[in-house]
């Protein structure tokens, strides 16, 4: 079977595991506080002191809801198109979720977004879905002088009103960004100047060993409520000041982290290889499309996204997805229904008005090529030589 994806993992994160476990300190210690620092340098967001490393993705966003301070009788815009911890973490600070449609690129569409805005509207989550970048950066109005940038849709959304926050999920897209041009430079996405996640998982562009995530904060004194936030909202070893949970990251995830930040560049350059070869051996497929690619910006790839026709193919997705498999081809199939069509999301007076067009089309229909950083030539073809068979 050629997997879709696997972690890529070395001696060194074992070497640096072993380490932790010798040293006898395996949480609150100095790795933790070292990964967040190197994490900050490698992204290139601004101060280290405003990343705060956490427990998982999803512990991520539900930091940032919460230092947002938003909660019950809010409500936070969330594309309807997404995994769904980007929406369960706003039903977990007591916040209702309203559903945004996505664009044909499978990223949240701008204004739809935009025309959902009421009152009660405190945040949207803007999601850089598989490694792409969501179009925030074509929003008009951005303040700071440069004629396009990821700031656009902040700054927009802010002069509405300032209460607003843009919370970037950036759990699928480590590495990804903007390409300014000569004058503004790269700008990895996470930048916005409120807050940004970002997932480890164990598939992710580079993991803690599993689980794992980060939290970047406006400011450090916000970083500092997110740090006594992941630590039971404790001032000390006895004073629970506020509501918090147990969101540490560990020591030995902190030290694999800190060994694949050294890897997580060139594996993105190779995961970026083997997609667009097979993206580019797809072509001739006709019932197989992916979104074309943008020269100013950097995908990633954490999918190697393909929409599936299947009228033209003959046949439904999950056939096809079992034909795969038979032939020894594992891909990914996430999200066969639109988030607001779960019965978590109905039950807690999420209803949607209407179906959302776009999100229904291709809801189920996305699969992803494997794409693993470590795939071989021969992988790349054998994958496209199976997707050829299927429909000669």
Sequence with gaps: MIKCASPQMGEEEIAAVTEVLRS????????????????????????????????????????????????????????????????????????RVVFADVNSRCQMDHDHAMSLITPFTRAVIPVHYFGDVCDVPMWPGYLSGREKGVGAFSERFEFLDPALRVIEDCAQAHGSGYDHGDNGGFEQVGCLRHFACWSFFATKHMTTGGEGGMVRCPDP?????????????????????????????????????????????????????????????TQDIPWLSAPAPRTNVTHTYFWCPVLVDEVELGMPTVQLIDHLRQRGVEVRH??????????????????????????????????????????????????????REVKP
């Design 334 to 387: 996430r999200y066969p229904v639109p988030l607001y069509r779960l019965p978590v999301f109905k039950a807690r007076n999420n209803a949607q008005p209407q179906a959302l067009p776009l999100s229904e089309h291709v809801a189920g229909k996305f699969i992803g090529l494997p794409n693993r950083p470590d795939m071989s030539d021969g992988e790349i073809n054998f994958v496209l030589d199976v997707l």
């Design 24 to 95: 006898g300190q395996l949480c609150g210690g100095p790795k933790v506080a070292a990964f967040e620092r190197a994490f900050a340098e490698w992204h290139g967001g601004g101060d280290p002191e405003c990343y705060v490393a956490v427990s998982s993705g999803t512990a991520a966003l539900q930091a940032a809801l919460t230092c947002a301070e938003i909660g019950p009788g809010h409500e936070v815009i969330v594309p309807a198109h997404t995994f769904a911890s980007t929406a369960t973490a706003v039903l977990m600070v007591g916040a």
């Design 221 to 281: 004194e916000t970083a500092e409520t997110a740090r006594r936030w992941r630590g039971h909202g404790l001032t000390n070893r006895w004073n629970h000041a506020f509501l918090g949970g147990n969101y540490r990251m560990t020591e030995m995830a902190a030290a694999i982290g800190l060994v694949q930040l050294k890897k997580v560049d060139e594996l993105n350059r190779n995961r970026i290889r083997v997609s667009e070869l097979l993206l580019a051996g």
